[in-house]
């Protein structure tokens, strides 16, 4: 009775391991549910960028309407970015840029009796004169975001008096949006005491402040720190107002994902949904032109504007999927695959209604 027994569980056991072996999947792959992933704010949603849209998101970038290649969101920057503004020109993104900024950052110096925008690095008395600060607030008002910080910055050694007069301008003009004012480690507290953050021009440990920079062209990036109990200092925020993806990849070294394919030898045809793909991390993805013609002779641009040696992979790449050609009876399968793979899964409850 107990060999009986025995190989009848021995059987059963056979049977259960054959029928989980056996690939019940049909030949082509339908996903039980349609997704999409949507787009940020300031992606490009234009016909012609579609295919490099969807290319430059894997590696945590899109395409702006402009053209203009930026980070996917200001997350993968490892601190809140802030656009630096000198004048009432902004860049196409501005306003819808929800995913990509915090907020708005403003040198000012007094004129008369005026707050006057200018641009400059740190020099204040080589600065441009722009325009008065309500004539930029007005300008900027329509495209400015609910979540949107506005960091003040007025000329060192501005008397406290003056100081007084811009802190009531500043809530005048952008009276929705919270106001941050960077000002001598002295009047940080009288500041606050006024409603408003205060961020000093010089390393504190009590306040966030900003990091001195060398009075270059190079000063045009600028960075918010904090310093920890330790005495470390952390940048919580950067500062820029042109090329943002360059400023992000030297903040964060990984933002730009890993490429998506390897090439073993300079391909003939390049285009530029092929470098989205295969171009290093540490690559110029804003000159495109010039790393198509580079890529042919197995060299790129890096964001420091190096030219390197493209690193050739003579190893066989392992993901079946992408050996596959859209003529191969198993691609639309590996598509599918790879989608329901971007679906993100939530526990959250849903109620829904039957249409009438």
């Keep these: 009775m107990l060999l009986l027994r025995t190989i009848s569980l021995y059987f059963l ?13 049909p030949d082509h792959y339908i996903s039980a549910i349609p997704v999409s992933r949507s787009l940020a704010a300031h992606a490009s949603h234009l016909p012609q960028h579609s295919q490099l849209q969807n290319a430059l998101k894997q590696r945590n970038l899109i395409i702006s309407e402009t053209g203009e290649i930026l980070p996917i969101n200001q997350s993968v920057c490892n601190g809140a970015l802030f656009y630096r503004v000198t004048d009432a020109t902004f860049p196409q993104y501005v306003g819808k840029h929800q995913d990509l900024l915090s907020g708005f950052y403003i040198d000012v110096i007094r004129v008369n009796n005026d707050w006057v925008v200018v641009d400059t690095d740190n020099d204040f008395t080589q600065s441009q004169r722009r325009l008065t600060l309500p004539a930029l607030a007005l300008a900027l008002t329509p495209k400015l975001m609910r979540h949107d910080a506005i960091i003040i910055r007025p000329e060192p050694e501005t008397r406290l008096s003056d100081l007084k007069q811009l802190l009531q301008s500043a809530k005048a003009q952008f009276p929705q949006h919270s106001l941050q ?3 001598a480690e002295k009047y940080v507290v009288q500041v606050e005491k006024s409603g408003v953050k205060g961020v000093s021009d010089s390393p504190a440990q009590s306040h966030p402040y900003l990091a001195a920079t060398s009075l270059t062209s190079n000063a045009r990036k600028r960075v918010l720190m904090t310093v920890d109990s330790f005495d470390v200092a952390e940048p919580i925020a950067i500062i820029v107002d042109t090329q943002p993806l360059t400023a992000c990849m030297q903040a964060n070294k990984s933002v730009v994902l890993a490429p998506t394919q390897k090439i073993i030898a300079p391909p003939l045809t390049v285009d530029a949904v092929l470098l989205a793909n295969v171009l290093p991390s540490n690559a110029d993805f ?29 190893k066989i790449d392992t993901n079946r999927c992408r050996q596959l050609t859209p003529g191969d009876e198993l691609y639309q399968y590996c598509i ?3 989608q329901d793979g971007d679906t993100a899964v939530t526990t959250q409850k849903y109620i829904m209604k039957k249409q009438q």
């Excluded at 056979?14 to 056996?22: D, K, N, P, Q, T």
């Excluded at 420091?304 to 003579?314: A, E, G, K, T, V």
């Design 13 to 25: 056991l056979i049977f259960l391991l054959w029928g989980c072996a056996v690939d019940k999947r």
């Design 286 to 314: 804003n000159r495109l032109d010039e790393q198509q013609r580079l890529l042919s002779d197995g060299q790129y641009l890096t964001i420091d504007n190096q030219q390197q040696s493209y690193p050739l992979s003579n």
């Design 181 to 183: 004012f960077v000002v």
């Design 336 to 338: 599918d695959r790879q």
